[in-house]
């Protein structure tokens, strides 16, 4: 599992909020610099939590199309080329694959238009049944389920409850830490490297 701090939640959650958002204005909230913030982000990206940033466009505003549902029920041999072929024909939006060799892709196109594109994406021989619904409303909200993050102190190594302890240094860098006593550590140490570097 991949160590995050509550600085990196706190980003994640502003990402999350509005990709949009610079890098100065995630710092000020957390108390860091731009180029602290960037460097971050990065890890981030790194270690694969954040994928990328996107913009969603709802076609159904400007296309007079309908978002569909549509359900194939497959073999297990044959999930994952279903999976491939819907992945990558034009008006699939979402696919997913599930244990059960069923595979759901979200379709933005007309009514008719929808058994074509099956027709031209899936062979006879890989599909036992499927049905297409459609969609009323739909909402994306993907979660970062920060409550059940495990957000470890970076001087001891103990999660961190609550709001835990921050402490803000004066090269603007801001700590997340669990308890006051590792809040003084945080202080020593700065104090110590300053000390360091003024000799």
Known sequence: MSELDATDVTILELLMEDARRSYREIAEDVGLSPPTVSNRVDRLRDLGIVQGF???VDR????GEDECLVVVETSFEE???VFSRLRDADDVEH?????ESTVVAKVVSSPSAVHGLLGDALNDDQVTDYHIESVLASAWQ???GA???DVECSICGKRITGDGETVEVDSDDTYHVCCSACAEKIAE?????EEGLGE
């Open 95 to 99: 696919v997913f694959r599930t244990a």
């Open 79 to 81: 999930t994952e080329a």
């Open 189 to 193: 140490q700065y104090e110590s490297l």
């Open 60 to 63: 159904t505003a400007f296309s």
């Open 147 to 149: 409550d059940e993050l």
């Open 54 to 56: 996107t913009v969603e």
């Open 142 to 144: 993907p979660q970062l």
